[in-house]
Nanobody
């Protein structure tokens, strides 16, 4: 029904930058909140950044000041600009979206397939 496709991951040196993209496609009335999560090897998934439908943002303390989340509602796309990357940022990054399928239906959460980000010299 709804697919989230991430792109932009890869290998980068410490101090470098990457921009992740997540495009939503399918049938839905509205995308509400969109967010980026990450999961490092052997650790649980954690929230990285969140962008609400009313324009507010929230960041994990570990990325605050380095990462920026943004949205292009016309393209149903959310971005994560990652600057000053550290080895500790190495993880699989997942896009998440809460979608209203119709004006009267409850919201449904969707996950992307994940994209690998590796920060190493």
């Amino acid at each position: 029904q709804v697919q989230l496709v991430e792109s932009g991951g890869g290998l980068v040196q410490p101090g470098g930058s990457l921009r992740l993209s997540c495009a939503a496609s399918g049938s839905f009335f509205r995308i509400n909140d969109m967010a980026w999560y990450r999961q490092a090897q052997g650790k649980q998934r954690e929230l990285v950044a969140r962008f609400t439908s009313v324009g507010s943002t929230n960041y994990a303390d570990s990325v605050k000041g380095r990462f920026t989340i943004s949205r292009d509602n016309g393209k149903n796309t959310v971005y994560l600009q990652m600057n000053s990357l550290k080895p500790e940022d190495t993880a699989v990054y997942y896009c998440y979206a809460e979608v209203s399928p119709t004006p009267s239906r409850p919201r449904i959460g969707y996950w992307g397939q994940g994209t690998q980000v590796t920060v190493s010299s």
